[in-house]
Nanobody, 127 residues
Framework: QVKLVESGGGLAQAGGSLTLSCAVS????????MGWFRRAPAKAREFVAA????????YFTDSVKGRFTTSRDNAKNTVYLQMNNLKPEDTALYYC????????????????????WGQGTQVTVSS
């Protein structure tokens, strides 16, 4: 079975940094696109970032562009979200997610349904 496990969340001060990891197991190939999403209390789920199968193409929502980066180590089956210059409004539960056969960022961005989700990791940013 496919498992996605997020880690790296915690408490950070405004202006600080955190790196989240998404460890993937159970997929036939280690080449797959991945999306990052977040949900804050009383808010709808929000797309954050996407990375294609190789790491050569990424896409970010405007609110995090220039502050967040995403990368991957396919040998470790792990995708990373580096969050810099954190703001209190970044406080949310962060998830990674993908669909079978997803390869490009287009396979992730703008979609509402995802077959594989992690449990999420909490990020809290204090002012």
């Amino acid at each position: 079975q496919v498992k996605l496990v997020e880690s790296g969340g915690g408490l950070a001060q405004a202006g600080g940094s955190l790196t989240l990891s998404c460890a993937v197991s159970g997929l036939t190939s280690n080449s797959y696109a991945m999306g990052w999403f977040r949900r804050a209390p009383a808010k709808a789920r929000e797309f954050v970032a996407a990375i294609n199968w190789s790491g050569g193409s990424t896409y970010f929502t405007d609110s995090v562009k220039g502050r967040f980066t995403t990368s991957r180590d396919n040998a470790k089956n792990t995708v990373y979200l580096q969050m810099n210059n954190l703001k209190p409004e970044d406080t949310a539960l962060y998830y990674c997610a993908t669909n079978p056969g997803a390869m490009s960022t287009t396979d992730i961005v703008g979609r509402n349904e995802y077959e594989y989700w992690g449990q999420g990791t909490q990020v809290t940013v204090s002012s």
